[in-house]
């Protein structure tokens, strides 16, 4: 089992920033693909970046391509998911994910582990 819990969401204008946070307890965290999701109201959850096990494989949904930078810290459990040039579109609540193995990891059925999200709430 691993426990993931977000932390950092907030309102913010659009053109600003926000980190969010997710720390993991349980199982030995640097196992485990780190993937960040986000669900609008009345929409699906969508895939919006993932890590492999060292960090040196990043990948991003378009969308946020060259605005969102994910990272991860073994030695603290943590990863974390820098936004910046937020916009309005990009409300959401957003959740941490882990999963064995970087096989589909554009998907969120393919998670076994989840955080309880966060909010984030961007205005135009």
């Known amino acids: 089992q691993v426990q993931l819990v977000e932390s950092g969401g907030g309102l913010v204008q659009a053109g600003g920033s926000l980190r969010l946070s997710c720390a993991a307890s349980g199982r030995t965290f640097s196992n485990y693909v780190v993937g960040w999701f986000r669900q609008a109201p009345g929409k699906e959850r969508e895939f919006v970046a993932a890590?492999?096990?060292?960090?040196?494989?990043?990948y991003y949904a378009d969308s946020v391509k060259g605005r969102f930078t994910i990272s991860r810290d073994n030695a603290k459990n943590t990863g974390s998911l820098q936004m910046n040039s937020l916009k309005p579109e990009d409300t959401a609540i957003y959740f941490c994910a882990a999963k064995s193995g970087f096989a589909y990891y554009r998907s969120p059925s393919e998670y076994g582990y989840w955080g309880q999200g966060t909010q984030v709430t961007v205005s135009s």
């Open positions: 890590i492999g096990l060292s960090a040196g494989s990043t």
